[in-house]
């Protein structure tokens, strides 16, 4: 299967920071999505992106398929962006391990 | 309305119980998908199941029952799980198999 890897694997940001997360995979995909999981285990949807560039509000993400990776950028980060974000790709969800983000006020 | 609706939200159970999750979806999608997630680890596709017919099964053990009794629910039941199968069992759905993914907010289940 695709391997996905996320980097980094945490990230303790103050508010206000402007912070990158890389996904890289292992094979070309027709489907790429980020999600912010919560502390309660819900998986948000952020990003339907399988090429090209996406914002939406703070958040926005660029995927380079040709180079088979995968950015989100997070900016002017609050307490509530914490949380993990995973990168899934392929059309049977394939997850990274994850980004875990701390904000502290 | 990008709504996935999980029941219940919490579950314990025995080793020798059958119970079942069960998930909801009215936006019409036509494929729908189980996931297992364990405590600080990434989600795993278990079963997906398109136009109510079961698409791709990820050799799971046969105490996990998938069933898909019309386009808008999924169910998932258990029997005689064992306690290394307590987690945090996610469903989502997507227009089609291979679309964007909607999931719901997730049954936390622990075996005793």
């Known amino acids: 299967g695709i391997q996905v890897e996320q980097s980094p694997p945490d990230l303790i940001l103050q508010e206000g920071a402007n912070s990158t997360l890389r996904c890289n995979f292992s094979d070309s995909v027709n489907n790429l999505q980020w999600f912010h999981q919560n502390p309660w285990g819900q998986l948000i949807n952020l990003f339907y992106i399988p090429s090209g560039t996406k914002q939406n509000g703070r958040l926005s993400a660029t995927t380079v398929a040709t180079e088979r990776y995968s950015l989100l950028y997070i900016s002017s980060s609050q307490t509530t962006d914490s949380g993990v974000y995973f990168c899934a790709v392929d059309y049977k969800l394939s997850f990274g391990a994850g980004t875990t983000v701390t904000v502290r006020a | 309305d990008t709504e996935v609706t999980q029941t219940p939200k919490h579950l314990v159970m025995g080793m020798t119980n059958k119970k079942s999750l069960k998930c909801e979806q009215h936006?019409?999608?036509?494929?729908m998908y189980w996931y297992k997630q364990k405590a600080k680890k990434p989600p795993e596709l278990m079963f997906v199941?398109?136009?109510?017919?079961?698409?791709i099964n990820e050799s799971v053990p046969s105490r996990f029952s998938p069933e898909c009794p019309n386009s808008s629910l999924l169910n998932l039941h258990l029997h005689a799980l064992q306690p290394e199968d307590s987690a945090l069992y996610l469903c989502?759905?997507?227009?089609?198999?291979?679309?964007?993914?909607?999931f719901g907010p997730g049954t936390r289940l622990t075996v005793t």
């Open positions: 199941y398109s136009y109510e017919k079961l698409s």
């Open positions: 936006m019409g999608h036509r494929a």
């Open positions: 989502a759905s997507s227009q089609e198999q291979g679309y964007e993914q909607y």
